[in-house]
């Protein structure tokens, strides 16, 4: 297609088809751009069981392949969340370090309405920056205030401190606003929710509209029963299956029946076809050790991988599951995800990823993916949950942690292949 405007540049009017020619560019860069869609949260610790704040990124992106890596590069060593094809980690999509600072965000699309600034999509360069230098929301403050402009950004970044700081920021080129979640008036359930618009941007331009919509409806329905928590966040928010446009949970449908049709439509569901993984990363207490601060990774598709648990006071050595392996250019966890997640969108042509083979993901015969893998996680949950009763009152030796790992991971591979 380029090389048929260039052709026509060639031949035809320059000034013209040089018009022409960025207004095409504009329209695919918005098609390709839109992919880079999330559906992300954060919870104060005034409004959790245990007090410990919550972010979660629920990522879309054209980019399937991701690993969990650990860096070193910055003041605070940081765990963050890469592509596997970026193999010098330029770009971090979310992490924490080891002061206790978390970071994600989502795309936001109508922020830098008609600003003609070339510089775009700096949003994992400046995320890495933030967990490189930052050990809490002033410290972020004072980078967004000093960051050189235009910041070549458009997207709603949720930070998170070790001191029970917890917020939005919506950024785009030249300023920036707080949404602080801590604030009653601002957040009067104790949580506020991003897709892929910003409230300080233009009203019309709301993209991710009913991922929002399902994701209003499933927070409130948890508040009420105070069952905003990690567990929660993982297995039903991760997996939700709602459609609010048609009121019908997928998941509970399929689950206790037989509907006529194995495929679902599945594009508007928070999990989707360009769903690529997903982070909830857990806070301490401002008396516990920061680098204790809990990260959930489920990498890969979300209803087709396991959650493993990750923390700044093991080191490097995180589990050989979730990191980059040279054999098969990516973490392993997400390449077995990917392999089960070809089950679940298995037709075979250029429009096939709108349709969910939903019943290979729950049945009543409780035999879907979902329903292998929850067990498991909840066995992960109740053993981690265990040790951090202790490791947070007295932190382990980080070897007691790679044992933990080793342990976890071991039991992973052994889900996968068995």
């Known amino acids: 297609m380029t090389a048929l405007f260039y052709y026509l540049y060639q031949k035809f009017n320059p000034n013209y088809m040089k018009k022409i020619f960025l207004i095409f560019t504009l329209f ?11 559906t992300t949260a954060v919870i104060s610790g005034n409004y959790t069981a245990d007090g410990r704040s919550i972010i979660w990124k629920h990522r879309d992106s054209d980019e399937h392949k991701n690993s969990m890596r650990y860096f070193t590069d910055g003041i605070y060593p940081y765990i963050g969340l890469v592509n596997s094809t970026d193999i010098k980690g330029e770009n971090v999509w979310a992490g924490t370090n080891s002061a206790g600072f978390a970071i994600m965000n989502s795309a936001s699309y109508n922020v830098n309405i008609g600003d003609t600034t070339p510089l775009k999509d700096q949003e994992g360069i400046f995320m890495k920056l933030a967990l490189q230098t930052c050990a809490s929301l002033e410290d972020f403050e004072q980078l967004l205030e000093t960051y050189p402009k235009p910041r070549g950004i458009a997207a709603n970044f949720g930070v998170m401190d ?33 897709t892929n618009y910003s409230e300080t941007g233009v009203n019309a331009e709301k993209r991710g509209a009913i991922r929002r919509q399902t994701a209003e409806k499933i927070f409130s329905e948890a508040a009420k029963k105070n069952k905003l928590n990690y567990r929660t966040v993982i297995q039903k928010f991760s997996r939700c299956f709602y459609h609010p446009v048609f009121g019908i949970d997928y998941r509970k449908k399929y689950e206790t029946s037989r509907p006529e049709t194995e495929f679902v439509a599945s594009d508007d569901f ?4 360009s769903s690529v993984s997903a982070l909830v990363i857990q806070s301490v207490k401002p008396e516990e050790f920061p680098d204790m601060t809990t990260i959930w990774a489920l990498i890969g598709y979300p209803a087709t991988t396991v959650a493993m648990p990750l923390w700044l006071h093991g080191n490097e050595n995180i589990p050989k599951i979730l990191q980059y392996d040279a054999r098969v250019k990516n973490s392993p966890l997400n390449e077995y995800a990917l392999e089960w997640k070809k089950a679940c969108y298995p037709i ?12 290979q993901l729950v049945n009543p015969e409780k035999t879907g993916y ?4 929850e067990p498991l996680e909840k066995e992960i949950f109740m053993l981690t949950d265990e040790k951090l009763a202790v490791w947070r ?21 052994n889900f996968y292949r068995y």
Request: hydrophobic share 30%.
């Open 393 to 413: 009152k007295t932190p382990p030796h980080a070897s007691e942690i790679e044992k933990y790992y080793d342990h976890l991971n071991k039991k992973v591979y």
């Open 370 to 373: 979902i329903q292998r893998i």
């Open 162 to 194: 070790a001191k029970g700081g917890i917020a939005f920021y919506e950024v785009d080129n030249w300023k920036w606003t707080k949404f602080d979640a801590n604030n009653p008036q601002i957040a009067p359930n104790g949580y506020i929710i991003r």
């Open 348 to 359: 075979n042509n250029p429009e096939g990823y709108h349709y969910l083979k939903m019943n």
């Open 28 to 38: 695919f860069s918005i098609l390709c751009n839109y992919n880079k869609a999330c």
């Open 270 to 273: 928070i999990t989707r076809h």
